[in-house]
């Protein structure tokens, strides 16, 4: 064991020569959750997550051209790529950075060899599988494990900073402008999906956005990994025929309000968002066209299409012909309890929901529409602090400072109501 700890303290990182390194600092970088090979109670002792999560923003300040996936859009993805990260080591972990739309994918195990702990950090390019760098921070105590993880993610990095500008391009980077959406139809539901491709995008409260909250802040730029998501949010009747294929819940047809009838899926109304559904019945459904619900992050991303703006529109603030939200109509279609204070001075048609799509003033850079307003939507994702999950872009029976793209919100996994849809997001396997 002496021997061996011996070489590894001696051994120089692991380097290809500068002659076979080619890709660029502005290259998409996974970072996978490293694996923890401690046992006993030392494995209780010691996070590989945060472990992980410095790794990611240590490549951020080393190099201010990248895109690092955040770690939860890197949960979400791994788990859509039907891969577990603690069963395969090598080329899996290549193949996985490439089933997510990485171009560079960097994993890592914490062991111990005598008296040290170890971080051990492998770089490799996802195209052709190449192993780029690779380091290894040592210490005796977690701490100084931890002070020297900085090191080391400055010898992952060396090659990245040495390469040509624009060596690497990703291989999922759009053909054309990204205001020009390239779409596709699912064949059951009918619904049309929107690629999003891979990309450094704005999340966060947008600047000068005044009604800016708290859990909102700070504002920054984050890489997030390509997928589909739906055109429009998922529709009563592309609903009705998951239930129809015993698919999808039959329990929201029961859950109307005699008062104000604005549950959707058996009032006629096929071209409206499906609405009144819990959490599970909208991943259920997700689920059958093959995908999934979206992150709040890749929701967030795509309703902004990138941008650092407040609503999905641009800067300029809520019409009636922008959004669907609590206007002068809304008043007769509220349930008793929700104290929102309508919008007199605004109109946009509706007493509750609309047909999806109705408000074409409102739809963002990459042809999205609804991405604030009409219903709040179901995420894939858990609000910090809380244990519901989080909901975003405002509903017709909300105010309009719940239309803007960065507003955060939650509600319990079993809530259904009216002001509550959903859309859904598809993998991208190119």
Not at 80 to 86: Q, Y
Not at 206 to 233: H, M, S, V, Y
Not at 336 to 364: C, H, M, Q, Y
């Amino acid at each position: 064991m002496s021997c061996l700890l011996a070489l590894l303290l001696a051994a120089p990182a692991v380097a290809p020569s500068p002659a076979r390194v080619s890709p660029s600092a502005g290259s998409l970088i996974a970072v996978l959750e490293f694996r923890n090979k401690l046992a006993g109670e030392e494995r209780k002792g010691v996070d590989a997550g945060y472990l992980a999560d410095e790794v990611r923003d240590l490549l951020l300040k080393a190099l201010p051209g990248a895109r690092v996936i955040t770690r939860e859009n890197m949960l979400v993805l791994l788990q859509a790529s039907g891969k577990k990260l603690e069963e395969c080591e090598g080329e899996c972990e290549v193949d996985t950075g490439r089933r997510i739309g990485a171009d560079l994918v960097v994993s890592g195990e914490v062991l111990r060899f005598g008296e040290s702990y170890k971080l051990d950090l492998k770089l490799h390019q996802t195209r052709d599988g190449r192993l780029l760098a690779g380091a290894i921070a040592s210490g005796k105590s977690i701490d100084e494990l931890d002070a020297g993880t900085a090191s080391a993610v400055a010898q992952l990095t060396a090659p990245l900073k040495a390469a040509p500008p624009a060596a690497v391009k990703s291989e999922s980077a759009p053909k054309g402008p990204r205001d020009h959406p390239i779409m596709r139809r699912e064949e059951k539901s009918g619904l049309e999906f929107v690629r999003v491709f891979d990309g450094s995008g704005h999340l966060g409260c947008a600047t000068g956005d005044a009604a800016c909250q708290a859990n909102e802040k700070p504002g920054r730029e984050l890489g997030i990994g390509g997928f589909w998501i739906g055109r429009t949010e998922v529709t009563a009747g592309a609903y009705g025929a998951c239930a129809k294929a015993r698919a999808c819940s039959k329990k929201p047809k029961g859950r109307d309000s005699k008062q104000t009838f604005t549950c959707n899926w058996h009032n006629g109304r096929h071209t409206h968002p499906m609405n009144c559904v819990t959490w599970d019945e909208a991943a259920q459904f997700c689920k059958w066209v093959g995908g999934r619900l979206p992150t709040a992050m890749e929701w967030e991303y795509a309703a902004r299409a990138g941008r650092d703006v407040i609503y999905p529109w641009g800067n300029e603030p809520p019409t009636g012909a922008r959004a669907n939200l609590c206007d002068k109509n809304c008043a007769r279609a509220l349930a008793k309890g929700i104290r929102t204070k309508p919008a007199l001075e605004l109109d946009d048609g509706w007493p509750a929901t609309a047909p999806v799509g109705s408000f074409k003033s409102g739809n963002n850079a990459w042809g999205l529409e609804d991405m604030a307003g009409n219903v709040a939507e179901w995420t894939a994702s858990t609000l910090e602090g809380t244990s519901e999950k989080e909901v975003r872009g405002g509903a017709w029976n909300r105010s309009a400072r719940d239309l803007r793209a960065s507003h955060r919100a939650s509600a319990p996994a079993g809530k259904n109501e009216p002001g509550l849809g959903f859309r859904c997001a598809l993998q991208a396997a190119d």
